[in-house]
């Protein structure tokens, strides 16, 4: 009697785990789109504690209430990593920051979602229909912008927030794969969840 499967046998398993396969992969691609979407909603909720505690605390010390358009790093004062250096000081500590360093190496420079390392699955920049270089804009408005790094494989949504401090959304309308192109604005849909 001879021991092991036989080439049916074998077919047959290897059918049933494809068919497994089948139904994970879109259910698994699903729960990460949703997770990344969650954790890009905190992030931007985080930019506007960030943007709201810089203005009203006046953290860069410059005796005007003003908004900042950089994530900057613990190096760069006037940022969102380092409000101001304490006295005598040329680095700021983490502990004085209002964002952690995940968000340094998010940031996209350009209009595709392209950064060194993405939070969730998103690149972020100040949005483009702010100037972020302008003093008198910076007094009362700041805009901060997600976008998914792949579309329909990291996130389906763009995200924006605004000196309103509402978190707005807005499905890509990028093609499937390619990088999003920042599409959200204040015009865009109230995102709930």
């Not at 093609?175 to 959200?184: S, V």
Request: glycine share 8%; proline share 2%.
């Amino acid at each position: 009697m001879n021991k092991g499967f036989s080439v049916v046998e074998v077919a047959i398993v290897l059918i049933v785990i494809s068919v497994l396969i089948v139904i994970a992969v879109p259910n698994f691609f699903s729960a990460l789109i949703s997770s990344n979407e969650a954790g890009i909603l905190k992030a931007m909720q985080a930019l506007r504690d960030a943007e709201a505690e810089y203005f009203e605390l006046d953290l860069d010390r410059d005796d005007v209430m003003d908004f900042t358009s950089r994530i900057g790093s613990l190096y760069i004062q006037g940022t969102l990593r380092c409000p101001s250096f304490e006295d005598g000081q040329s680095k700021c500590s983490e502990s004085d920051s209002l964002v952690d360093i995940s968000f340094e190496k998010a940031i996209a420079i350009g209009s595709r979602a392209e950064c060194a390392v993405p939070k969730t699955g998103y690149c972020i920049q100040f949005a483009g229909d702010v100037d972020g270089e302008d003093v008198f804009v910076l007094k009362s408005d700041y805009g901060w912008e997600a976008s998914t790094v792949r579309i329909g494989r990291t996130g389906r949504r763009d995200f924006a927030v605004y000196s309103d401090g509402i978190i707005r959304c807005t499905r890509s309308k990028a093609r499937k794969g390619h990088p999003g192109r920042f599409e959200a604005t204040r015009l865009s849909d109230i995102c709930d969840r």
